[in-house]
T-cell receptor, first 115, second 111 residues
């Protein structure tokens, strides 16, 4: 079975600093996808970034990058130059490649950006 | 496109009552999913569908039923609501590509 672990319940960062949110995963599959979602206080789930298990380069989307270390089974999210609007819950998720491609989520990390 | 919509946005039920949550998507997606999110936790999969007329159980299916009679709609039913079903419910849909599109959520309270 797939499992996602996020060990940081909360993070506090000064505005404009970079922040790394940790995510480790466990799976016996060779092919899988890793996602990060942002959930602001309004409650919606916002897709941020995706990394495929066979992608050789780390994914980047604007200020977001995914530090993918396959041997260590980690998929950390890096946010550069943090902004007040980055304050939210962040969820790491894994998706099976075969079948219905269901998502398995971690417990989340609450990020607070201080001015 | 409206994307993924959920009806209702909020609901309060008494224990034992029944209700149906509606998820609708106008993107012609094959795959649809129902998740629940409890305080301090990530989303957990309740049921899912890989196409019209199909449904399957997810991680936490007990106490829920689903139907996918039309491709654009995925219904989640609670036959006899329990306080343990107090949660925020998210619907999602997905095309052949990798990203799931989430609805805005339904906040359900069972007293």
């Amino acid at each position: 079975a797939q499992k996602i672990t996020q060990t940081q319940p909360g993070m506090f960062v000064q505005e404009k600093e970079a922040v790394t949110l940790d995510c480790t995963y466990d799976t016996s599959d060779q092919s899988y996808g890793l996602f990060w979602y942002k959930q602001p206080s309004s409650g919606e789930m916002i897709f941020l970034i995706y990394q495929g298990s066979y992608d050789e380069q780390n994914a980047t989307e604007g200020r977001y990058s995914l530090n993918f270390q396959k041997a260590r089974k980690s998929a950390n999210l890096v946010i550069s130059a943090s902004q007040l609007g980055d304050s939210a819950m962040y969820f790491c998720a894994m998706r099976e490649i075969q079948g219905a491609q269901k998502l398995v989520f971690g417990q989340g990390t609450r990020l607070t950006i201080n001015p | 496109n409206a994307g993924v919509t959920q009806t209702p946005k909020f609901r309060v039920l008494k224990t034992g009552q029944s209700m149906t949550l509606l998820c609708a998507q106008d993107m012609n997606h094959e795959y649809m999913y129902w998740y629940r999110q409890d305080p301090g936790m990530g989303l957990r999969l309740i049921h899912y569908s890989v196409g019209e007329g199909t449904t399957a159980k997810g991680e936490v299916p007990d106490g829920y039923n689903v139907s996918r009679l039309k491709k654009q709609n995925f219904l989640l039913g609670l036959e006899s609501a329990a306080p343990s079903q107090t949660s925020v419910y998210f619907c999602a849909s997905r095309p052949a590509a990798y990203e799931q599109y989430f609805g805005p959520g339904t906040r359900l309270t069972v007293t």
